[in-house]
């Protein structure tokens, strides 16, 4: 926006009133976090608030147009005449550019016949529904909740394991072209669906002292931490006997749980025993080949669950991939070398076709203990294939080295890039005060994982399942399981870049399988990232 009678002291002096209100909230924000009179979540979610309208103004004041700056402006018009290098107008038109949109993004769900038929709820019914990544379980999840409240007008319980995945579901609820209240419908994981619950039904969770710990020290804090959740496990949400003798606020008439492949089986015995309705129906959906916390099995490889729902109904169509996708016969092969032993192999009989113009397939090596050159190498691809930052997303099985990572690619000299992490920032584990508090913090952070949030992001792999994403790195760590590296390869739409560290048991698959990546001029850490990647692809 232009001002033509205004001066730069002008439009501060518009602005200033807000900002110095927003800095007096921040102020009185910490000062009630220190004093204890709100807890972490609600200052967490104030400071946020407060930090995007300060960025708001800020970006205004520093876009708007006056007299002291209009004459300051050089368009790239006259080539003698040009401010910036072509690389900065480059990066500019990448940034600008809207990220990649997906046909299937843009309508309701379109269902197959197999699809079609599970989608519709019924008095009484049991199923348990598998089906290789992208086949639509999600879709196919959504649907039947959306389709048993229009048969029942009762409420719906959607429970899956991982935090993270709560707004993926609701959007994919609220895809489907029909009229329901949300009051309808409670989306939850497991365990914090079961802490609710007893709240509701007044049973105090108790907390002996040797497991409660207020210290500084981190490592002392994990380990605890650790045993205070196997002490929770036993006691409260693996207890069958849990709500013996207590009443059940609520009670569902359809209940539907997602990732069943992570689930114990006493916590499905909990939930159907203590929250269905008598004429309730209950769907569980998975797929065992992401059985990262390696649960039992059963007599058809699948995964173990408690009896009473019938034989796997398996969904063997994928919607995730192009039909000549280079993704898929690299998931194919990877199961047949690493998978076939212990899991039964779902093979995909067609494709939806999408459209897109990027194929990144590659791989490379890294070095855990400095990460400055992968930062470098994962700008550069960007760069390089002009991808927007949302389409971008980064994926280990460890936390620790993407917090590293992430902390490279938000405070290196030669790029500052935004990022959204599915984890507690590595400012925030050195930190002595928020250090204590950091399974809040942590599941704060799960909670507020959003795959459209415009920059890079980063997650553990745990976290991601049941995401997809239009480029995937994917970092693969040495004692990863094949059911760990499995699930981060498929959650990759079009493109996939894998790096390995040295003397990895997969280097000869991938090196068998993708091109490897080369940079033809190598720098130091100090100068900056390797730079002019070499044309890759499958």
Known sequence: MYFHHGSKKDIENLYSPHLDRLHDESRR????????????????????????GKHRFERDVSFFLHRDNLAKITFPIKEKERIFDESVYNEFKRLLNPPYHYASEGKPPSYSDKQGRLILSAVKARSKICGLAGSGKTVVLAGRAVNAHKRHGGRVLILTFNITLGSYIHDKISAVREDFPWSAFDISNYHRFITIALNNSGIEIEIPEPLQYDGNDPITARRIAGERDRYLESTYYSNLALFDGEEVKTMYDTILIDEIQDYKPEWIKIIRSYFLEEEGEMLLFGDEKQNIYKRALDGERRSKVVEGFG?????????????????????????????????????????????????????????????????????????????????ISI????????????????????????????????????????????????????????????????????????????????????????????????????????????????????????????????????????????????
């Open 29 to 52: 924000n910490v000062e009630d976090y220190k004093t204890k009179k709100i807890d972490f979540d609600v200052y967490e979610k104030k400071r946020e608030w407060i930090e995007r």
């Open 311 to 391: 034989s796997w109904v398996k969904l063997t169509k994928s919607f995730r991939y192009t039909n000549d996708s280079p993704i898929i016969p690299l998931v194919d092969s990877f199961q047949k070398a690493f998978l076939l032993q212990d899991y039964e192999i779902d093979s995909d009989e067609s494709f939806q076709l999408s459209l897109t113009n990027v194929g990144i397939q590659a791989y490379n090596t890294f070095d855990r203990r400095n990460l400055t050159p992968l930062a470098g190498q994962i700008i550069e691809i960007a760069k390089e294939n002009k991808l927007h930052p949302n389409d």
């Open 395 to 538: 994926i280990s099985s460890q936390e620790i080295v993407l917090r590293e990572l992430d902390h490279v690619l938000r405070t290196s000299e030669t790029h500052r890039e935004r990022t959204l992490c599915a984890f507690p920032s590595l400012e925030v584990t050195q930190h002595p005060k928020y250090s204590k508090n950091y399974q809040e913090i942590s599941a704060a952070k799960k909670k507020g994982f959003n795959l459209n949030s415009g920059v890079m992001k980063l997650s553990s792999t745990h976290s991601f399942k049941g995401f997809e994403s239009p480029l995937i790195f994917l970092l693969v760590n040495n004692r990863d399981s094949p059911e760990m590296v499995f699930t981060g390869l498929t959650r990759a739409k079009e493109n996939l870049v894998v790096f390995l560290e040295e003397n990895s048991p997969y280097f000869d698959f991938f090196r068998k399988h993708l091109n490897k990546l080369e940079f033809s001029q190598v720098k130091s850490a100090a100068s900056g990232p390797a730079l002019e990647p070499t044309p890759i692809g499958y």
